[in-house]
């Protein structure tokens, strides 16, 4: 039989500083037995100290290595930002459902993200971009608290020189050097975004980003089941067992992480 | 499956016998109260009117819930790079004398750790390996409502052999492949059970059955889930929360409560070894910090809507997927309540 609880070791093999209390953390994926698909999150253990759910960054379609964009806020990755290079953490996994991709093809795909909130949104970017093709476009729309606290610095000029993507970004508050745009993300969602009735939007954010971009998203005309949610709960064991993650009818952590807003709308406070 | 027959005074001889092959746990009266007592050698001063006796009184203190699911239960765990190996439990034990209030939890544990894409091998393990025994309920108290939940005094399913009293003797019936196959072993105690026998078994059985009605004549209403979904008014579960001392005793006792806790211990054997042991716990969900996040975020910061959740849990949300209750009446929660909460009458409320 096999055991859920049991995390498989791997190896921290690089730290990217991304912004003053966000690092990306890689993986040591050779040899082991896994794999995801976007939307998924794993279970990372700091021996010792405890486990908390993360979704991936990185590509589903890269299989040697395995990488988790983490804010410093608890005890979990409190413990993680103290560990160096060449340690060993646990990981269990995949859980949660995967976003249903294939009704995605041949529409356009808006990726709504707030501060680290690109994290897992950058996995599902990556495996929309490994197929381009399918989608009509693929649109990025990113807002931080200031030009410091943007993620994937390094990466996101890239990701604008593809022609299959559409990024815009915005700070909540500028600097001398910022020449973009300043607002909360939802101000970028102002500017006309193309077919809205058919278009599909991934949200992940801070809470009040998510109440905010949904609200937003809705007066625009988008269908509430083409809204999908990353919910942040406190998905404890992934299986559907433990209970703490309980959202309305729903274990987060077994029939989500994301959920559409068609599912959520009726659930009390939803985002808190 | 088979309905047979065994005479009085050959109870205590046959547990006897099985506790050569197994580890039995039975019901016995300790000041007073009903407890599971591992069969030992202080058995032999037990007579089988002591077990008759306690038999015929309601749930013993314990539930069947720490059977299968220890309050605490090492299930994980990293030694350096390597992971620890937890052996599922194996040995093969016969639980004596529980009572359908306390297999309707089983029921609804399966649905959580079993029936699911996950499946708890610890559970599963232990449930396999165990023989469960169990008994009518001939004299409800003023603190059982099975009957509300729809449940008769007497075991109806998530048992291997049900078992009654009668006057001269005992009635075992089979119900599993696992209780025919413990019985065809002792063929030579046994005689199959005659209709008389069953007209004893159901008259007692419509006695206890009349008593729980007495106890709680009215029904819940039909709709119960859709009202506590409806039920959002907050004065309303601050008020029914009032007397609540949040000691979390009625989560507890709850045999149907699947919650836990998954946390880990670091082991240092030296100071090169690194590793750490993860335990499951039972947990709570009236605890504050329970649906909190990493970020601080809490759905239910405020405690009654902690202490609705529990009904959203047992009455609501597992109702609307598995068409049962997540509660099966054995009253233990109200039993121990400082504060004298009466889930019954709340629900009755509502």
New interface residues.
């Given amino acids: 039989m096999r055991n859920p609880f049991q995390p498989f070791p791997a190896i921290i093999t690089d730290i990217i500083d991304e912004t003053p209390t966000i690092k990306t953390f890689v993986l040591d994926l050779k040899n082991k037995d896994f794999s995801f698909s976007a939307g998924q999150f794993v279970e990372l253990t700091v021996p010792g100290v405890g486990e908390a759910p993360f979704t991936p960054s990185s590509s589903p379609y890269d299989k040697l290595k395995l990488e988790m964009t983490i804010m410093r806020v608890g005890k979990v990755t409190s413990a993680l930002f103290d560990l160096p290079v060449g340690s060993v953490v646990g990981i269990r996994g995949p859980f949660g459902k995967r976003y249903p991709l294939e009704e995605f093809e041949n529409r356009e795909v808006l990726i709504l993200g707030g501060g680290v909130g690109l994290a897992p949104l950058r996995s599902l970017f990556l495996a929309l971009m490994q197929n381009a093709k399918k989608y009509k476009k693929i649109l990025i729309r990113y807002g931080a608290r200031t030009p410091q606290d943007i993620v994937y610095k390094r990466q996101i000029p890239e990701w604008k020189s593809w022609k299959e993507a559409d990024i815009k970004l915005t700070v909540d508050v500028g600097d001398e050097n910022w020449k973009g745009k300043v607002g909360v993300v939802t101000v970028l969602l102002d500017e006309p975004l193309g077919d809205v009735k058919n278009m599909v939007a991934v949200v992940c954010g801070p809470p009040i980003m998510m109440k905010f971009g949904t609200i937003k998203l809705l007066e625009k005309g988008f269908n509430e089941k083409n809204i999908y949610l990353s919910m942040e709960k406190n998905m404890s064991c992934g299986l559907g067992q433990c209970g703490h993650c309980r959202c309305g009818k729903y274990f987060v952590c077994k029939d989500g992480p994301v959920l559409t807003w068609e599912q959520i709308k009726d659930i009390e406070d939803p985002f808190l | 499956m088979s309905i047979l027959f065994l005479t009085k005074g050959k109870l205590h001889p046959w547990l006897l016998r099985l506790a050569d092959n197994f580890t039995i746990y039975y019901p016995i009266q300790l000041e007073n109260k009903t407890h599971y007592k591992k069969l030992d050698n202080t058995f032999l001063t037990v007579t089988e009117s002591d077990l008759v006796d306690s038999l015929q009184k309601i749930r013993p203190v314990e539930s069947l819930k720490g059977f299968f699911f220890n309050p605490k239960i090492k ?4 030694k ?4 620890i190996d ?1 052996p ?1 439990p194996q040995s093969s034990r016969i639980i004596f004398g529980a009572k359908n209030c306390d297999l309707r939890p089983l029921k609804v544990h399966e649905k ?2 079993l029936e ?6 610890f559970y ?2 232990l449930l396999e390996k165990t023989i469960i025994i169990a008994a009518d309920c001939p004299m409800p108290e003023q603190t059982c409502f099975c009957n509300l939940l729809e449940l008769k005094p007497y075991p109806e399913e998530n048992a291997d052999i049900i078992f009654s009293i009668i006057p001269n003797g005992y009635i075992l019936e089979t119900t599993s492949e696992k209780g025919e196959a413990l019985l065809r072993d002792f063929n030579h105690l046994f005689r199959e059970a005659k209709s008389e026998d069953l007209i004893l078994r159901d008259e007692n059985r419509k006695k206890a059955i009349a008593l729980l009605d007495n106890f709680n004549p009215n029904s819940w209403r039909e709709d119960l889930a859709k009202a506590i979904e409806d039920k ?1 008014d907050e004065k309303f579960w601050q008020e029914q929360a009032k007397t609540c001392v949040e000691c979390f005793g009625c989560l507890m006792v709850c045999p149907t409560c ?10 240092a054997e030296s100071e090169k070894t ?3 042991e ?1 335990y ?1 716990v039972w ?1 709570a ?1 009236y605890y504050s910090a ?10 239910r ?1 405020e405690f009654w809507k902690r202490f609705r ?1 529990r009904f959203h ?1 047992k009455f609501m ?1 597992f109702f ?2 598995y068409k049962f209750n997540a509660c099966s009446g054995c009253g233990r929660c109200f039993s121990v309540c400082m504060g004298k909460i009466d889930i019954r009458k709340i629900l009755a409320h509502i």
Avoid: W
């Fill in positions: 299930v994980a765990g990293l350096d790079t390597a992971t937890i599922f959580m750790y699911n894409e996950f499946v708890d091998p599963q393990s959002k699947f919650c836990f806790l998954l946390y880990d211990t670091p082991i690194k590793g750490f993860r499951k947990d969900c329970y649906a909190r996040v990493g970020g601080g975020m809490n759905p910061a959740n849990c949300n609307n997927d």
